[in-house]
């Protein structure tokens, strides 16, 4: 009985393990097709010549910045990289997880002064890239700072590193990283430095602290680890067998194995999630760049294209005699010049995602354009009205000025959605059947509710859709 008990146990953990292996997988597929369509799109747009010879230069540091994370995304590297300030251990805590000296260390301050990296195989399922980083409190602060937000935005897992309570240099650092929105684990180093009374209060304050002011809940057990990267050297005492005694100092082993088991349960339960929206968020905002670049290298031609629109689409509705239709062609009218601009600009867009814009536009404007909607029903049947009436001089008078008027609204609602689809093309423009943002709201609505991910969608409302 108990050996049934057993197996069927392994069985679930085995069907478990299988589940969350293919989810990850699944992810890491969408964000690679995410990734690869967009290129294509871009590179596609540069041989058609839709693209010119100038935008092609202004954008080519993004298009190769996309082609960087999709190749990161290929080989499966996750990316751990170290922050704190001077002295508190950071290329320690990683040489103590390499197993090897590695890294310098010393008792100066400031002896790592530009970011590192270095491979790290834990497991053979598992490749990591560890980065050590400089002290965020050195001299040169705003190079220092911009550092080292390039690297949070490169890496998947943040190590937050402290040798006792937080200092408000300290606080202040570890708020700027939270902005990052990268899972972050606090590691207390130095633990053999405290009594073990100390260091419960050090670590209980540490919990509430080290959450910022971001976060709800205190830190959980996943998110702060003690460590005792490279223990001091301890004086022990040595009695001979002819009675002498003598004093040695012992170097202990590091106590980096909680750290290290931490590490490795959240990549082997999330890892390929980290990586797969990671490299989705950067590509979105990657694409944002692109998106307001282009905008503002082809402001003129996209201003004359609505001023375009907005003629002829009050010349149409004028001159339309039946007053279901002025609304239906307006409306397509309106579809057509959000695509038009999407076309002008060289951003992805659909005649789904096309009207998805429309109505938003309709729903934002706080009524106003609906409001101009039902007055030009009104004035549309009045002209049908007219023209129904015969040829009356009267008549004839009221179509011409409901024309008038219609034909004004028109123009005007024509300028108001170019302008405001301008806005929304620069936004939106990640989204789409394989978009950043589609797939990333994809992935964050599938991440189980014991990951770290789902912890930080639900606290800092990691990438919900009004951030995105």
């Not at 270095?118 to 050590?132: A, F």
């Not at 101009?372 to 549309?380: D, R, Y």
Request: glycine content about 8%; overall charge neutral.
């Amino acid at each position: 009985m108990l050996t049934t008990s057993i197996y069927y146990e392994s069985t679930y953990k085995l069907i478990i393990i299988t589940a969350v292996s293919n989810l990850q997988e699944s992810h890491l597929n969408r964000a690679r097709a995410s990734l690869r369509q967009t290129l294509s799109w871009y590179n596609s747009l540069r041989k058609s010549g839709q693209a010119s010879r100038e935008l092609t230069g202004l954008v080519k540091p993004e298009l190769e910045m996309l082609t960087s994370t999709l190749n990161k995304l290929d080989q499966n590297v996750v990316r751990i990289a170290a922050f704190g300030l001077v002295s508190r251990g950071k290329s320690s805590v990683l040489n103590a997880l390499l197993g090897q000296k590695v890294l310098q260390t010393g008792p100066l301050n400031g002896v790592t002064q530009y970011p590192r990296s270095i491979r790290w195989s834990p497991s053979e399922k598992v490749q990591v890239e560890l980065i050590d980083t400089p002290g965020l409190d050195e001299i040169a602060g705003e190079i220092r700072a911009k550092m080292a937000k390039d690297v949070a935005q490169q890496a998947d897992l943040i190590l937050f590193v402290v040798s006792g309570d937080i200092t408000r240099t300290e606080y202040n650092a570890l708020l700027e990283l939270r902005k990052s929105q990268k899972p972050l684990i606090l590691v207390f180093n130095k633990i053999d430095l405290y009594p073990d009374t100390d260091r419960e209060t050090v670590y209980r304050n540490l919990q509430q602290l080290g959450a910022g002011n971001l976060l709800e809940k205190p830190l959980q057990p996943d998110e702060i680890v003690m460590v005792a990267a490279e223990p001091s050297p301890l004086e022990v005492r040595v009695e001979y067998p002819d009675g002498r005694v003598d004093y040695e100092w012992e170097t202990l082993p590091p106590q980096i194995d909680e750290l290290r088991k931490t590490i490795l349960n959240i990549l082997n339960r999330e890892g390929r999630s980290l990586l797969a929206l990671n490299a989705l968020v950067q590509a979105k905002f990657t694409e944002e760049i692109i998106a307001q670049k282009t905008i503002g290298a082809r402001e003129q031609q996209a201003e004359e294209l609505i001023w375009q629109f907005a003629k002829y689409k009050a010349l149409a509705v004028a001159l339309n005699p039946i007053a279901v239709l002025d609304v239906f062609g307006g409306a397509v009218a309106d579809l057509a010049l959000i695509r038009s601009l999407a076309k002008v600009y060289g951003l992805p867009m659909t005649g789904f995602q096309a009207g998805k814009i429309l109505k938003t536009i309709f729903l934002s404007s706080g009524g106003l354009l609906l409001g101009e909607l039902g007055t030009s029903v009104v004035f549309g049947f009045d002209k049908s009205a007219s023209i129904v009436a015969g040829d009356n001089p009267a008549n004839i008078t009221g179509f011409i000025g409901s024309a008038l008027v219609q034909s004004g609204i028109a123009g005007y609602g024509a300028v108001t959605i170019g302008k405001a689809a301008k806005v929304y093309l620069e936004a939106g423009c990640t989204w789409g059947q394989f978009g950043a943002s589609t797939v990333i709201q994809e992935i964050l609505a599938t991440v189980p509710k014991e990951t770290i991910l789902h912890r930080l969608q639900q606290e800092l409302g990691w990438l919900k859709p009004d951030n995105l």
